[in-house]
């Protein structure tokens, strides 16, 4: 009985540090070839609909530095971010992106972004389940979702060539 007291600290401890090196490996961009099969994309966008912020709309995961895998259920704010480009791949769903014209109330939200209430002007590009779209660096875009309706997406970070 003592030895099991003994062991489960010890137990309990590698798991912890076996879990915090293995979500540090998630958190960022991988040396090797990572797949995320189908069934693993359904089982995250099963999660993140299961855990949408209800004041932002949305529930966010990141699957590495510079890919992100969000579930939408409403809009969001516009955003600009003035050194990266978005590529983004619908997952599942429909929405639209807004972008081009001028953002609303826009504020510096963290280096290289500014987020807004709206976009005034821009271009509605309705998307659904396989689409892609690329949005260039420094273009103000939002993210619009009809009550109602859902829309997920694996967005990834380029830092475009100069």
């Known amino acids: 009985m003592r030895l099991t007291v003994v062991y489960w600290p010890i137990m309990r401890t590698m798991s912890f540090l076996v879990l915090a090196c293995t979500s540090s490996l998630w958190a960022a961009n ?3 070839v990572v797949l995320w099969n ?3 994309i359904k089982s995250i966008d099963q999660k993140l609909a299961a855990n949408v912020n209800p004041q932002t709309h949305v529930g966010v995961e990141r699957l590495m530095d510079s ?3 969000v579930h939408r259920v409403g809009p969001s704010e516009a955003e600009v971010h003035t050194k990266e480009a978005d590529f983004i791949v619908v997952e599942a769903g429909e929405g639209t992106v807004l972008a081009g014209g001028s953002i609303v109330d826009g504020k510096a939200s963290g280096p290289d972004e500014l987020r807004g209430k709206s976009i005034e002007g821009g271009t509605r590009y309705p998307l659904k389940t396989g689409d892609n779209i690329y949005i260039p660096a420094n273009m103000p875009h939002q993210f619009l ?3 109602g309706k859902e829309f997920s997406a694996t967005i990834v970070k380029i830092v475009p060539k100069q």
């Open 67 to 69: 890919a992100i895998m």
């Open 30 to 32: 991988p040396n090797g």
């Open 145 to 147: 979702v009809e009550p």
């Open 38 to 40: 189908t069934a693993q």
